[in-house]
């Protein structure tokens, strides 16, 4: 039995008033021909330069927001008679396939962070316990496997991807430490945060040890390059959460502002990892693009569907609790896209949410409006273009693993 999104599909039209779906996901002339093939580009990416082919535009944001609106409202998925090349046989459980390599990730990144002093390594292994599903490393370890195979190698991972692998972890979950205290947050994966258990600036100390021993780790793979890539993420992580603070007077600047914070602060470290493994393998800029475009787009894709959670999900599937994003005065796609038929909206969003009973009624709105489902929409917008690029690659099962990994991400409830 053929998945359900096995067939291509494209927009078509029908619909006469606008939204702010419409100037995201549609363009005119060169624009819309550009992300057809794949080749804008996202402010802030770090990807400029990389292939003589790439036509580059101006950023995502930009080229989305500014352009003419076009007659689309909402997407209408339509077969275009795309010949059929994926099925259930073929396509492998992506955790099931990175399973082997994953085994001692966690015992691997405990041996990077051994000190003596026990109360920091208790503070460092917290997070480490095997319980979490390693979302980065897999993709990490799956793509590692395909761009090898695709450079006519044996699929089995180079010393240095699998560190990659390692190190994705290690930044992530140091930011995961931080973003903690900064929000205040007392529950992270389903458990009591450091900061709750150990305090704020234990936990600030925490986190800085963990991203001082993936730099090391980084340093020791003996590539100028993959250090080039990886230190920009941590850049990137940093300028997020300094977007995350602040906000835009304007809606159209302000959802480039969320779709420039969502790449930097999620998509980031997904894109440049996925690139760092492909440059240990192949000297091909056009294979580093493939690798860095699958990452941002499902890294964009997977925060979209997380912020669609926050008005969806209960707090029990979650692993902490609901409308987190209001309560921290953040306005995420679903709110974004609420203003649309809500113009009350952009007075909280401007002081986030901060007068008495702005979070109830915030999310009263967004239930009553479409922005979930729109958010949705550019979701999906954002992992078919994530699969047209990985398909660039030769096929085997890593490949094909990755497209599966798509549909999980839109898929999943927590």
């Keep these: 039995m053929a998945i359900p999104w096995r067939h291509c599909w494209r927009w078509t039209t029908g619909a006469t008033s606008t939204s702010l779906l419409e100037t995201i996901c549609c363009f005119n002339g060169s624009y819309a021909t550009s992300l057809l093939r794949g080749t804008g580009t996202v402010a802030g990416s770090g990807n400029e330069g990389l292939s003589s082919r790439t036509v580059h535009t101006t950023s995502l944001g930009n080229s989305i927001l500014t352009r003419h609106k076009s007659r689309l409202l909402y997407p209408t998925p339509k077969p275009c008679g795309c010949k059929r090349i994926h099925s259930d046989a073929k396509l492998k459980d992506p955790f099931t396939l990175a399973q082997k390599d994953l085994n001692n990730l966690y015992d691997d990144i405990k041996k990077e962070l051994f000190v003596s002093k026990s109360e920091l390594k208790s503070l460092c292994d917290y997070y480490f316990d095997g319980k979490g599903k390693a979302f980065r490393p897999m993709i990490v370890v799956l793509m590692a496997r395909a761009c090898n195979s695709h450079s006519n190698r044996d699929g089995d991972l180079l010393p240095g991807q699998r560190s990659i692998a390692m190190i994705s972890e290690m930044i992530h979950t140091a930011s995961l430490v931080h973003d903690d205290v900064i929000d205040g947050s007392d529950k992270r994966r389903g458990k009591t945060t450091i900061n709750e258990v150990w305090g704020e600036r234990k936990a600030i100390l925490a986190g800085d040890f963990i991203l001082s ?32 603070l602040g906000s835009k007077e304007n809606e159209k600047e302000r959802f480039k502002h969320y779709l420039d914070k969502t790449f930097k602060k999620t998509a980031s470290l997904i894109a440049n990892s996925c690139k760092a493994v492909s440059i240990l393998v192949n000297s091909d800029p056009e294979v580093h693009e493939i690798a860095f475009q699958y990452g941002r787009n499902v890294g964009i894709a997977f925060q979209l569907v997380d912020d669609v959670l926050d008005y969806t999900a209960c707090a029990s599937q979650l692993g902490k609790p609901s409308a987190t994003d209001l309560k921290l005065g953040l306005a995420t796609g679903p709110v974004l896209f609420a203003c649309q038929q809500f113009p009350e909206l952009h007075g909280m969003i401007m002081r986030r949410f901060s007068s008495s009973g702005d979070v109830a009624r915030a999310w009263q709105y967004v239930q009553e409006s479409e922005g979930v489902d729109q958010t949705n929409y550019l979701a999906q917008h954002y992992c078919q273009e994530a699969i047209r690029q990985i398909s660039l690659l030769r096929p085997s099962l890593e490949r094909d693993a990755l497209i599966r990994l798509t549909q999980m991400v839109l898929t999943r409830d927590k």
């Design 213 to 244: 021993a993936a730099s090391m780790a980084l340093a020791r793979i003996g590539n100028n390059t993959v250090v080039s890539v990886l230190s920009q993420v941590m850049e990137d992580l940093v300028r997020g959460e300094f977007m995350q």
